[in-house]
């Protein structure tokens, strides 16, 4: 049989149903749209931690460890998410992930709006981690699996990246140009939050999880359907690639945007309109990159591309570090975002293709949730490394962190040999064994 493309195949194989498309049914655009206003309001939570860390800081008059708290405690958020992702899809479906992701977002952000005293500020982010943990497993896996998934992929992600840009933007302009309160951001994310609850549960309140065990039986058979394969998920080589890969790549994305302004104020001593302007472009760069990059990704294949964009990626970082004129800075920071954008959706692409459809809710998943683990690990650090060496060590830290993903990177196994494999593995009617397990 011929290697497979890098869309998801357009029609039935071997008897089993045609990957879904994304308008079709006319119910599958509204879900996608409410993936999209999901990583919307995702994008806005990361990035505007960036653009509100300076006033955060004054207003609680804490260190740069203590205030970067606020960066590791989702970490407990996305953990549970990570491993209640595949019970919340068998017991409740996608109607479940729609409601418990948007509902519990939406309770941090009203108490985080009333500015709460600084340990509840840094316990009501769990519940925020665990939405986006939730949404950002959920959402992978479904867009991931779908008919032209690098490109879908790529929207879904820009979408994130869109929020990412708008967030600093806006909360920026509240604080230093409306001279209004930080905590006056959250009033816009309760807004957003609401919306998003009710269209994304009525979207997908026909997806409970009896479909979604039917789904996956029509997909894999009666077992995998009942076992949700997340031990075997687990086991699998890839899952484990593809999830410290994207541990460090949400990690560089979240440090470099939820640093950069505070880097930009006390090391280049730009104005803070202008700091928060740098951070913006960067999440611009990002936006454009998940886009217009989704469409090349597909021609270069994963494995190629990603090692392209980490050496793209380092080599605008460089420009960043190491030319301090603001115009430069600035444009180098955008270029970090737009080689940087890809990398997610591109590593969820990969996985759906190396994994058999049986494990991409459990494998996607637990990868996409473990993967958003590092938006708190990374630019916490940086916050504690920097309160004893100075807000300069982001520099350094964010090199290492694109060699270091460049060398996960390389532990993956060719895409093109493995989509044979997997290719012949169908056609002879095998798909629950240990054959499914990456022998490398």
Known sequence: MAAKSNSAP????????????????????????????GFFIMGCNDAVYGALIPYLEVYYRKDYTTISLIFLSPLVGYTASALLNNLIHIHNGQRGVAFLGAGTRLIS????????????????FILAGFG??????GWNAMIGTMQNANQLLGLLHGFYGLGGTVAPLIATTMVVKGRLPWYYW?????????????????????ANGKQYQATLTSQTGPDDAKGGRIRE?????????????????????????GWTVTYMLRIRHTSPFNAGMSVTGYWAGMTAGRVVLGFITPLLGERLAIFIYVASATA???????????AVSTTGIAFVGFFLGPFFPAAVSAAAKLLPKHLHVGAIGFAAAFGAAGACVLPFAVGGIAQAKGVQVLMPIVLAMLVLDGGIWALLPSLRGRERKVGMDDEEGVGNGDEEKVAL
């Open 10 to 37: 357009s029609g039935p194989l071997d008897g089993l149903p045609a990957a879904p498309q994304w308008n079709n049914p006319r119910v599958h655009m509204w879900r996608t749209f409410a993936t999209f206003m």
């Open 186 to 206: 959250y009033y816009l994310m309760i807004a957003l939050s609401t919306c998003e609850l009710v269209f994304a549960v009525t979207a997908f309140w026909s």
């Open 132 to 137: 986006n943990g939730l949404e950002d497993a």
């Open 233 to 257: 998920a687990l086991s699998n080589r890839v899952t484990w690639i593809c999830a410290f890969f994207l541990l460090t790549a949400v990690g560089i994305e979240v440090a470099v945007g």
């Open 109 to 124: 952000y009203i108490v985080i709006a009333v500015h709460p005293p600084y340990p509840v500020l840094v316990i009501v």
């Open 316 to 326: 605008a970082h460089l420009l960043f570090w190491l030319v301090p004129l603001f």
